[in-house]
């Protein structure tokens, strides 16, 4: 069975070098939704928490909401660095709350100080979703993303990979200690 949650992002970005208006820098809010699959966890008959798997993977995509994402190759990256720099925002400022852990792989690197996401491919939706797959991978037993921003939509699926012992009583990842990090429960290792 899945568990299945959904969220928004909303972000700047644009296709350097592609022939349309897309190559104009411009917004969307961007809709993504992952889905979990595993068995049922009989104690709290459930698969996973909704809420815990929004908690997880917005952890990290947080670092996308309200942020510029530009290709690494882009012109405008050194230009609005500049003017970060020049505003003195370049490094963080007081109301930039929405910071996420920063993170670098081979996708993409954030700079959550300057909400700012540096990717390797343009973004499109397509490309969106293997940046998140990459960052969540090993966290959450993805078996599909779809994400949909504006007219463009795109899915992928994916093969369970992770076995995740869950708690009985609150159903969340245990820790490897086998002592549930919500509600104390502990399993009996003999
Ligand atoms: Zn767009
Ligand atoms: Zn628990």
Same mark, same amino acid.
């Given at each position: 069975?899945?568990? #299945?949650? =959904? ?19 411009? +917004?969307? =809010?961007? =809709?993504? !939704?992952?889905? @979990?699959?595993?068995?049922? %966890? ?8 909704? %809420?815990?798997?929004? /908690?997880? &993977?917005?952890?990290?995509?947080? %670092? ?14 050194? &230009? ?19 910071? +996420?852990?920063?993170?670098? !792989? ?11 996401? @540096? ?19 090993? /966290?959450?037993? #993805?078996?599909?993303?779809?994400? =949909?921003? +504006? ?5 992928? /699926? ?18 490897? %200690?086998?002592?549930?990090? /919500?509600? +104390? ?6």
């Amino acid at each position: 069975m899945r568990s #299945i949650t =959904t969220f928004d992002l909303q972000y700047a970005h644009r296709f350097y070098g592609f022939r349309g208006e897309a190559q104009y820098l411009h +917004g969307h =809010t961007g =809709t993504l !939704t992952i889905e @979990v699959e595993d068995s049922v %966890n009989s104690g709290v008959n459930m698969v996973f928490p909704c %809420n815990e798997i929004k /908690k997880t &993977a917005w952890e990290v995509l947080k %670092n996308f909401d309200h942020a510029l994402v530009l290709r690494k190759d882009d012109p405008l990256l050194p &230009a609005v660095l500049d003017v970060y720099e020049k505003q003195g925002i370049r490094n963080g400022a007081p109301n930039n709350e929405l910071r +996420g852990p920063a993170f670098r !792989t081979e996708l993409a690197t954030a700079y959550p100080e300057c909400r700012l996401v @540096v990717t390797e491919e343009t973004l499109t939706v397509e490309g969106m979703i293997k940046i998140v797959y990459d960052l969540l991978k090993d /966290k959450l037993n #993805i078996v599909r993303l779809t994400f =949909t921003s +504006g007219d463009n939509a795109a899915s992928e /699926k994916y093969e369970p990979h992770l076995h995740i012992e869950r708690c009985p009583l609150c159903g969340i990842a245990l820790q490897e %200690n086998g002592v549930c990090p /919500k509600c +104390g429960y502990k399993k009996d290792i003999k």
